[in-house]
């Protein structure tokens, strides 16, 4: 009988020892790690749309409420967070806030949304409060050296410290860990292992620059024991090409992605992309290893967002559909300056951005009059003005010479003033809080401008119409206006030397006749 009774205890103990191993195992597939400072407060995630949120910190002993917001289940939480759990109610969604976050509180969380008494989604995350939250800062990567992520931690490398690396995958915002030194120095992601240099006790990871071409977010994680030092955020400079896309309708639009990693997959806003799903096409160039998607014909039941994503990385688009306006041609003398117009309409509310298909046939964003942020491309820079719907390009070349769009966009606050002539809603509509989820801008026009910039000797466009404006900004006048005033100088001369001369002989000949007429008489 003691013998049971010793083995029963044993199994207690094994089951409890065991627990929070089984814990981490289930859910370390779905774990999303997160990072607060001392403090600081975190929302353990949202509920769109659903009756009430359910939030629990998972403990070995079990699971313990933090927060119902159903009205028919009231919950009191843990008496050591009493005071500090806010639920957020803003239009359709539901949060659960914990406010001046302490040491005690780093754990496992699960968020619960529920609908109809139905479990709609769930959210685990393992938060991990720190001492601090060190700056964040940009990775600058070189040409020939790729790039180097520091940690700022002067403690790493002391008997007991320790340091994690984890980066971002995009569209989802999926934190995976990268690395952890109190297990070893080695990359834990095997398509990343081989292309980083791990350095400085872990401090420090020097990446290949192709190793950043689609991970460009990182954090790293300073911890003490168990106590956690600090945290800290590096993320590359976005210098890619505009991911939002403008498209009218029937327009063709590819949507580029490198065939790169295991179980590649499109997601649409019709789903995941299969062979049956005829609206649209994968360019599959095993050549190239292009895993790009490809829609013949624009319409709007195709936007909205769109993400390319396999083990490796992950890639986004957002489709919108815009009016076509009428398409303007211009014909300009390089040397020369060209003026782009765009036809907004309406000027109140409206953002302008402009683009030019580059020679890759990405789309590049040079002007949006709503963000003075955005780079000017190296080759345009001292040669680009703009002044609201118009942007001037000088100095033209050859080679500037192709296609540049407009997009005109709307506040979305104003959109049914832009649409309806400015006419009041006074009816509440019943529906109005959709437009929280709304996007900040509506697309009401897009229109292309083909530009062709020709050389002065060239012969074979004599008979087009050439655009001519000089570069200065004085009053312009074109090189055949000032020819032609020339010209009109150097006839005006002629004719006066002429006149002149008629007259000479006149004079000469008036002097003559008196003395005739005396000899006659």
């Not at 302490?102 to 109809?116: F, N, P, Q």
């Not at 995941?272 to 039941?301: G, H």
């Not at 302008?352 to 298909?357: E, F, I, L």
Request: a negative charge; charged letters at 25%.
């Amino acid at each position: 009988m003691a013998n049971t009774h010793t083995d029963n205890m044993t199994s207690i103990r094994f089951f409890e020892f065991l627990l929070p191993v089984l814990l981490h195992l289930v859910l370390s597939k779905e774990v999303e790690p997160v990072f607060r400072a001392k403090g600081t407060t975190i929302e353990m995630g949202y509920c769109f749309e659903v009756d009430y949120i359910v939030v629990y910190r998972c403990a070995p002993e079990g699971d313990q409420l933090l927060g119902n917001s159903s009205s028919e289940s009231p919950s009191t939480p843990p008496e050591d967070l009493q005071g500090r759990i806010h639920i957020n109610k803003v239009h359709h969604l539901l949060g659960l806030q914990i406010s001046q976050l302490t040491h005690k509180d780093s754990g496992i969380y699960r968020r619960e949304c529920w609908l109809h008494q139905t479990l709609e989604s769930q959210k685990i995350q393992q938060l991990s409060v720190c001492d601090k939250e060190v700056e964040s800062e940009e990775i600058v990567v070189k040409e020939d050296e790729g790039a180097k992520l520091l940690c700022n931690n002067t403690s790493i490398g002391s008997e007991g410290t320790s340091v994690r690396w984890y980066y971002e995958t995009f569209p989802l915002y999926k934190t995976i860990l990268l690395l952890d030194s109190s297990v070893a120095l080695d990359p834990l992601v095997k398509e990343l292992q081989g292309v980083i240099k791990v350095q400085n006790n872990g401090a420090s990871l020097l990446f290949d620059k192709n190793a950043l071409k689609n991970n460009n977010h990182f954090f790293c994680l300073v911890s003490k024991g168990k106590t956690c030092v600090s945290f800290q955020n590096m993320q590359l400079q976005d210098n890619s090409e505009s991911r939002d896309i403008f498209a009218t309708q029937g327009e063709r639009v590819v949507l580029k992605c490198p065939a790169e990693g295991t179980n590649q997959q499109w997601d649409t806003p019709l789903g995941l992309f299969n062979s049956s799903n005829m609206k649209m096409n994968l360019s599959l160039d095993e050549q190239s290893e292009d895993f790009s998607l490809v829609i013949p014909a624009f319409s709007e039941e195709l936007s909205g967002e769109y993400s390319c994503f396999s083990s490796l990385f992950e890639v986004w688009y957002s489709l919108f559909l815009c009016p076509k306006k009428e398409s303007q041609n211009k014909v300009v003398l390089e040397g020369m300056s060209v003026l782009l117009d765009c036809d907004v309409g309406k000027e109140d509310s409206l953002s302008v951005q402009w683009y030019r298909r580059e020679p890759s046939g990405e789309n590049g964003l040079i002007h949006d009059s709503n963000n003075m942020t955005v780079p000017v491309p190296e080759d345009l820079r001292g040669r680009l003005s703009e002044n609201g719907a118009t942007m001037t390009i000088s100095h033209l070349e050859v080679k500037d010479g192709g296609v540049y769009w407009c997009v005109v966009l709307v506040d979305s606050e104003f959109l049914d003033d832009y649409d309806d002539g400015g006419e009041e809603d006074t009816e509440e509509d019943e529906n109005s809080d959709d437009t929280f989820w709304d996007d900040t801008y509506k697309c009401v026009s897009k229109q292309e401008t083909i530009l062709r910039v020709i050389k002065k000797t060239d012969r074979s466009v004599e008979s087009e119409h050439v655009t001519l404006k000089p570069v200065t900004e004085q009053p312009e006048t074109s090189n055949v206006t000032a020819y032609a005033v020339g010209a009109g100088l150097v006839g005006m001369l002629v004719v006066g030397v002429i006149v002149g001369v008629i007259f000479s002989v006149k004079n000469r000949k008036a002097k003559a006749s008196p003395k005739q007429g005396n000899t006659v008489i």
